[in-house]
């Protein structure tokens, strides 16, 4: 079973909303800090926004105020609600994860990726 798999990808139009998914198992479920990273097409990986283990939560400047990460009771899967969405937000979604103690939105630090899910927004 894979650590990470994202899910809740799809075509929406813009101003939608969508809810992703990140279904975890193993060590990853006690991860000390979960991520949301995205790529557009053509462009470089980037963060969306993480939580860590205590429920710290920070966001990328371009999502704030439209996107909300959060994980269930039972801790093993992270979401992303995507409210209010862009054409700029079309990308492929990732969720990851690392045990470092410090936990900040920089790709190099996360171990576990899961394999992405397809977020396009139309016009």
């Known amino acids: 079973q894979e650590p990470l798999v994202e899910s809740g990808g799809g075509s929406v139009q813009a101003g939608g909303s969508l809810r992703l998914s990140c279904a975890t198992s193993?060590?990853?479920?006690?991860?000390?800090?979960m991520a949301w990273f995205r790529q557009a097409p053509g462009k470089e990986r980037e963060g969306v926004g993480y939580i860590t283990a205590v429920g710290t939560i920070r966001y990328d400047q371009s999502v704030q105020g439209r996107f909300t990460i959060s994980k269930d009771n039972a801790k093993t899967t992270l979401y992303l609600e995507m409210t209010n969405l862009k054409l700029e937000d079309t990308a492929t979604y990732y969720c990851?994860?690392?045990?470092?103690?410090?936990?900040?939105?920089?790709?190099?630090?996360?171990?576990?990726w899961g394999p992405g899910t397809q977020v396009t927004v139309a016009s």
């Open positions: 193993g060590a990853t479920s006690s991860s000390n800090c």
């Open positions: 990851a994860a690392h045990d470092k103690a410090v936990c900040q939105l920089r790709q190099e630090l996360f171990t576990t």
